[in-house]
């Protein structure tokens, strides 16, 4: 075996360890709270495990997806509907704090230049990878593209089920939260029925 310095690809993970402690500390308070033996086994690094995850899942606060996007444009004068479609996305509620997840549609007519298409989806986790609420989201991703490629115009279709929804409160397991945003040529019903059709059956 090789040493991991040695190898031709080898991913870290690194973690901010002020926040990790910080973190950390919040959830030994936390499992005491709900009434868990912090010193039990298997419980003995949940508290350290549990602040790295939170810090993974909440990485988004610190990435610029408009800089994730300029870093990929490129000039071209293809100006047909670009759709990527079954986006996965996953969430967490401003109100729970629990996780909600499903798929993101997002199309765009481009106007002189276009994006490398695996930017989309990185601006897609940029911004679920905060706390949010599913329309905010929408929203963001839509005005990060519009704002910063300029096209022609963007539709942005967000399809999720609510762990807030599912697990507690009013418990409906088959609910599908479906929000939707459009700008620019999406705002003419042929285009946006144009995108709704390429999506058809796709939806959830
Ligand atoms: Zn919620």
Redesign the pocket.
């Given at each position: 075996m090789l040493n991991t310095m040695d190898r031709r690809y080898y991913k870290t993970e690194n973690y901010n360890t002020k926040t990790t402690k910080k973190l950390k500390t919040a959830y030994e308070t936390f499992l005491s709270s709900v009434g868990e033996d912090i010193q039990r086994d298997g419980l003995l690094k949940t508290p350290e495990r549990a602040a790295k995850a939170m810090q993974f899942l909440t990485q988004g606060y610190e990435i610029d997806a408009a800089e994730i996007l300029k870093g990929a444009m490129f000039a071209e004068d293809h100006k047909n509907m670009v759709i990527v479609k079954d986006i996965e996305l996953y969430s967490m509620?401003e109100?729970?704090m629990?996780p909600f997840f499903g798929k993101a549609h997002i199309a765009y007519i481009p106007n002189g230049h276009i994006v490398g298409l695996s930017k989309i989806p990185r601006v897609v986790d940029v911004f679920a990878r905060r706390l949010q609420v599913q329309e905010r989201l929408t929203d963001q991703i839509l005005h990060c593209i519009n704002d910063t490629l300029k096209p022609l115009g963007v539709a942005v279709v967000i399809e999720a089920k609510?762990m807030?929804m599912m697990m507690r409160g009013v418990q409906k397991q088959n609910s599908v939260t479906t929000t939707s945003a459009f700008v620019g040529a999406f705002q003419q019903l042929e285009t946006r029925n144009e995108f709704i059709n390429l999506l058809g059956a796709k939806l959830m």
């Open positions: 509620c109100h729970h629990l609510h807030c």
